[in-house]
C-alpha cells in the first residue's frame, strides 16, 4: 500500500514516551483469503511497524474471537473489539444506502468500485456510519456465475439453487428464476461437493481462494457484473477518539483514500488468478450471447426497481437517485 509523506512523519514525531497501544482486530475471512492475507495482517503490520511500536494490532482471522459474521459490526460498535472487517451483506437492512451499491449491472471493476465507493460514502452514506470510524469501504471485482451446467439461455438458470453473498444476490437470481441460498463462503465447497448447491454467485477470487473450479465447470460473466459485496473495515468510534493525537493521524494516513487505491488495486488484480484457475481445469468460460444477455438484464431489471422501491419505503431516502448516483461514479473511475 502507498506511504505517505506524511504518515512516516507522524510516525516520527511520536514521543519517545508514548504510552503502547493494542488495538484488537477481527474478521470473517479464512488465513488464506485475500482480506486476511492481503489486506487485514499487512495493514496491521505497517502501522505497528510505522508506529515504532506503540501501536499492537493483533489480528484474529475465521471469527476467531467467537460469535458469527452478523455479529461483527455490534461487536465494533459496542466496543467487544477495536477493529472490524464485515460486509454490509451480513447484516441486511443495517446498511440499506450501501446495499443500494450491491445491485446487479453497477460493479465490473474492483479499482473503479473501490474509489467510487469513497464518493459514495461521503455523499451518501456518513449518517449510516455514524456509530463507527470508517477506516475503508471497499468492492472486488463483482459476481460471476460459477455453476455445474451449463448457462446458455435464461431459462437455463430457472429452478438452480445458487449461494448469494446478500440480498443484492438474491435480487438477480430472482430475476432470472433461480433460488438464493445464504452460506458462508468457507461452506461452499461442502455444500457444492454435496450436491447441495448447482452454484455460486461470487467473483474469480473466490474461485481461487476456495479451488471451486474443481466443483464448477461453467463460469458465465456480465459486462456489467451480477452484484457485488461491499467490505467494510470499522474501527471502534471512542477508541479511535482515545488515540494520542499522532497515533490517530497515522491511522488516518494509512485509511480512506489512502488504502482505497491498494484495495482496489489489490482486487483487480486477484481477478486473474481465479479465471486461470479454472482455465486450467478445462472448465467453460465462454460468454453468452449478447441477446441472451440482454435478456437476462431485462428480467433483473424489474426485481431491481422493486428492491429500490423497498429501500425507499422502509428507509426514508431515495433509493433509485442513489443507484443512478452509484452508477455514474463508477462511471467516473472506470474513465481514467
Known amino acids: 500500500m502507498r506511504i505517505t509523506l506524511a504518515a512516516a512523519a507522524a510516525a516520527l514525531a511520536l514521543p519517545a514516551a508514548a504510552q503502547e497501544v493494542t488495538l484488537e482486530m477481527h474478521h470473517f475471512a479464512p488465513p488464506q483469503a485475500a482480506v486476511h492475507a492481503l489486506l487485514a495482517a499487512p495493514w496491521a503490520a505497517k502501522l505497528e511497524k510505522d508506529s515504532g511500536g506503540r501501536l499492537s494490532i493483533p489480528v484474529s482471522p475465521a471469527l476467531g474471537l467467537g460469535g458469527t459474521r452478523g ?61 463507527y470510524h470508517v477506516l475503508l469501504l471497499f468492492a472486488h471485482d463483482g459476481a460471476a456465475l460459477h455453476v455445474n451446467r451449463p448457462v446458455r439461455r435464461l431459462e437455463d438458470l430457472k429452478g438452480l439453487k445458487i449461494r448469494a453473498a446478500g440480498r443484492a444476490g438474491g435480487v438477480f437470481l430472482r430475476g432470472v428464476g433461480a433460488t438464493a441460498i445464504g452460506s458462508p463462503a468457507p461452506q461452499l465447497p ?24 474443481k466443483l464448477v465447470r461453467h463460469h458465465v460473466t456480465f459486462a456489467a457484473r451480477a452484484g457485488t459485496s461491499v467490505y467494510a473495515m470499522l474501527m471502534n468510534r471512542e477508541k479511535y477518539a482515545a488515540l494520542p493525537g499522532a497515533l490517530r493521524r497515522l491511522v488516518d494516513e494509512h485509511s480512506r483514500r489512502h488504502l ?32 441472451e444477455a440482454e435478456r437476462i438484464r431485462a428480467a433483473v431489471a424489474p426485481e431491481i426497481q422493486r428492491f429500490l422501491a423497498d429501500l425507499s419505503h422502509h428507509g426514508n431516502f431515495d433509493a433509485q437517485a442513489l443507484y443512478q448516483d452509484a452508477q455514474a461514479m463508477i462511471a467516473k473511475y472506470q474513465k481514467q
Open 71 to 131: 455479529d461483527l459490526e455490534r461487536q465494533v460498535r459496542e466496543g467487544e473489539v477495536d477493529i472490524v472487517v464485515t460486509a454490509a451483506g451480513f447484516t441486511p437492512g443495517r446498511f440499506p444506502r450501501t446495499e443500494v451499491f450491491e445491485l446487479p449491472f453497477l460493479n465490473a471493476d474492483a479499482r473503479a468500485a473501490t474509489f467510487a465507493l469513497q464518493d459514495y460514502y461521503e455523499r451518501h452514506l456518513q449518517a449510516e456510519y455514524r456509530n
Open 190 to 213: 461442502q455444500m457444492l461437493a454435496k450436491g447441495l448447491l448447482d452454484g455460486c454467485l461470487a467473483p474469480f477470487a473466490t474461485v481461487a481462494d476456495y479451488d471451486l473450479q
Open 260 to 291: 482505497a487505491w491498494y484495495a482496489g488495486k489489490t482486487w483487480a488484480e486477484l481477478e486473474a488468478p481465479g479465471i486461470a484457475a479454472a482455465r486450467a481445469a478445462g472448465n467453460d468460460l465462454g460468454g453468452l450471447a449478447p441477446a
